[in-house]
């Protein structure tokens, strides 16, 4: 199992300096449009979800799922105050399960695959909730995890049925988007 971001960590990434380097409407915006159901597994204090409930509207829904209590309540507060908390569904998971059971049309996974316990089953869960045209993206922090280990991690999104379709350049990450097939 990869080593789990402390919450008291997240604030090092989570910030405003953050969003000058990586804005989540450009990086999103070729996947998600108005009125979308999108999880963002990992989601961490929201730097991306709160992002992604403006992208999807009033209409939308972000499925945001963490395992560590701390980070879903500061993604509540932060939800409330961008007045988009009624779109967010916030919920705890545990590690060796998302417990999601809904179809999506967009999922991401952002800095977060390379910290679950067992990376197969995690983007099996993902790939489950995928509606047929759904597209998926993971990005993995360059800093942790070299160019073999994000190629393991395709390797084994391939082998539960998710196929590479592209591959987006993100500041300091890995990434690609897959999609079922
Ligand atoms: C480095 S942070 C990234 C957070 C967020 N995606 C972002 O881009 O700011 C990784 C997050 O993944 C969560 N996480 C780690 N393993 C997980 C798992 N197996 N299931 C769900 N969340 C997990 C951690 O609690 C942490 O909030």
Same mark, same amino acid.
Do not use: Y
């Given at each position: ?14 910030? +405003? ?161 897959? +999609?079922?097939?």
């Amino acid at each position: 199992m990869g080593h789990v971001c402390p919450w008291w960590h997240a604030f090092a990434f989570d910030n +405003q300096l953050r969003r000058l380097f990586l804005k989540p409407e450009r990086i999103f915006s070729p996947h998600v449009d108005p009125g979308m159901t999108v999880l963002d597994a990992g989601c961490g204090m929201g730097f991306n979800a709160i992002a992604l409930a403006r992208m999807v509207g009033p209409e939308g829904r972000v499925i945001a799922v963490d395992l560590q209590p701390k980070m879903l309540d500061v993604l509540g507060a932060r939800a409330r105050r961008a007045r988009v908390l009624d779109r967010i569904d916030a919920r705890r998971c545990e590690a060796d399960s998302l417990d999601v059971t809904e179809k999506v049309d967009f999922a991401v996974a952002f800095w977060v695959v390379h910290e679950a316990p067992d990376i197969p089953r995690f983007l099996a869960e993902i790939g489950f909730c995928l509606k047929p045209t759904a597209k998926f993206m993971i990005a993995e922090p360059k800093a942790h995890v070299s160019a073999d280990d994000f190629g393991d991690t395709l390797a084994a999104a391939d082998r539960v049925g998710m196929r590479l379709h592209s591959q987006p350049r993100i500041r300091f990450s890995r990434a690609a988007v897959l +999609q079922r097939g």
